[in-house]
């Protein structure tokens, strides 16, 4: 695989806040939405910025397991989620005070979990273990001492947890490379795709997972939720009134009833972040939906609706 072909990222946080800032000047109907979740995604790349993916220990897994792993079974399940217990308390500290801004309905939850994990009344290593070993017995008894529901508190959980998936997913993905990956779902963490980008001059796709952000080359007129690939059964449309036309596209799957963004890299230089690039593709999440479409993964800002 030629590493040159992957999409070219720009994940800095002073990068994300230079793409938000962008965004709200070049779509001021979507201002509300940025000034809302930009500030989640700076913080989570914050938090990455402060990790080294050298750190990670990198398995060296027998034969066994990449059988397993060729059959769809992603890597952090066979080896399972790094120990983030020490920096958990941090990084709840920079992610929940903007998530609670981001989510008016769940605000006082998520300021009650993140003040129980910053006075120890949660304790870092057991809600980093409830969470990799989906406990739901200790995640619905720290839920109620949070004085929360276990989906909230599992969801505020997901969302710290997020840079240290990516951090992992950056760490084994030189692992990889001798193994191919034919699947619609990531092969580290095993979330669906949160978009795609086109790149090369063939337009290869590579897909964004929506948790972990690792990228897989996936065939191009597949569905990756459920691998349909009956064309007829496929449809790609784009905004008629969006200026850069048919660059950013929704493609959807009549099958599986789900769809996907598209963005069309082969004519942008600059570094992308694929976030904000999905962020500002809103007007197509909502006509897809109008449709009756689903995503094949949410994004923070569709979560609410
Ligand atoms: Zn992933
Ligand atoms: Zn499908």
């Not at 800095?12 to 509300?32: C, E, N, Y």
């Not at 290869?204 to 996936?218: D, M």
């Not at 069309?264 to 009756?292: C, T, Y």
């Amino acid at each position: 695989m030629n590493q040159n072909e992957r999409i070219c990222h720009e994940k800095t946080p002073k990068g994300i806040q230079t793409a938000l800032d962008t965004l709200a000047m070049r779509k001021p109907a979507l201002s509300s939405v940025v000034l809302a979740f930009g500030p989640v995604l700076v913080a989570k790349a914050e938090v990455t910025a402060r990790l080294s993916e050298n750190e990670v220990n990198k398995p060296d897994l027998p034969e066994l397991d990449w059988i397993r792993f060729s059959k769809g079974v992603p890597l952090f399940a066979i080896t399972g989620l790094m120990d983030f217990h020490q920096e958990f308390k941090q990084a709840a500290h920079m992610i929940l005070p903007p998530m609670a801004e981001a989510f008016p309905g769940i605000q006082s939850d998520i300021e009650a979990i993140e003040s129980n994990i910053a006075d120890n009344s949660l304790d870092a290593e057991m809600c980093v273990q409830a969470f990799a070993e989906n406990n739901t017995r200790i995640i619905n008894a720290f839920a109620a001492r949070a004085g929360t529901g276990p989906d909230i508190f599992r969801f505020a959980l997901a969302q710290i947890a997020e840079p240290f998936k990516q951090i992992q997913a950056r760490a084994f993905s030189p692992l990889m490379k001798d193994h191919p990956w034919p699947h619609g779902h990531c092969p580290m963490c095993g979330s669906f795709p949160a978009v795609a980008g086109l790149i090369g001059e063939e337009g290869r796709r590579w897909l964004q997972c929506s948790v972990c952000a690792h990228e897989w080359r996936f065939r191009r007129h597949t569905c990756p939720r459920c691998e349909n690939t009956d064309q007829n059964l496929i449809e790609n449309f784009f905004d008629q009134n969006s200026p850069v036309n048919d660059e950013e596209q929704v493609s959807v799957c009549k099958l599986c009833d789900t769809y996907l963004l598209t963005i069309d890299l082969r004519r942008h230089i600059d570094p992308v972040n694929m976030d904000v690039a999905a962020m500002s593709m809103i007007d197509l999440d909502i006509q897809a939906r109008e449709k009756g479409y689903s995503p094949q993964a949410e994004m923070l800002w569709n979560l609410m609706k």
